[in-house]
């Protein structure tokens, strides 16, 4: 995505209207904004511009809720992982394509082996947050 998109002012603001993105202040107007953000990440590259523009907004919005509400800078990236797999519910088994299979998924779940590099940018798109989270 790049910042010098053209949008179409109408269309965009025709997804303003539907999404309605706020200063998130509650665990449900993040969850609402979350769920929004997955069905344009789905998309993949099919994205129009609006939508990547939306999309930007609404991860913006995520990230300065998650920032203020969920200590995770203090944490290691292993307590940062389970942090962010409790606050999403995400299961285990939804992470074995993410970190490359089963087995080493329930290794840097359980803490006996640490988080690559690969697997930091993996969790980092997933998550929809910063690679150096889990460095």
Do not use: C
């Not at 179409?8 to 993105?21: D, I, S, V």
């Not at 099919?46 to 939306?54: G, N, V």
């Not at 082996?113 to 697997?119: D, E, H, N, T, V």
């Amino acid at each position: 995505m790049t910042a010098d998109l053209a949008i179409n002012t109408r269309r965009y603001a025709k997804l303003l209207a539907e999404t309605l993105p706020v200063v998130i202040e509650t665990e449900a107007e993040n969850e609402r904004m979350l769920a929004k953000v997955e069905k344009l990440i789905d998309k993949g590259e099919k994205l129009t511009a609006e939508e990547q523009t939306l999309l930007r907004l609404m991860t913006h919005l995520i990230q300065d809720f998650e920032d203020r509400h969920y200590q995770l800078n203090a944490s290691t990236p292993r307590g940062i992982l389970l942090e962010l797999m409790e606050a999403r519910s995400v299961k285990a088994s939804e992470l074995w394509g993410v970190l490359g299979s089963r087995g080493t998924t329930s290794e840097v779940i359980s803490g006996k082996r640490g988080i690559s590099k690969a697997q930091a940018r993996a969790l980092a798109q997933f998550f929809n947050v910063s690679a150096e989270l889990f460095i």
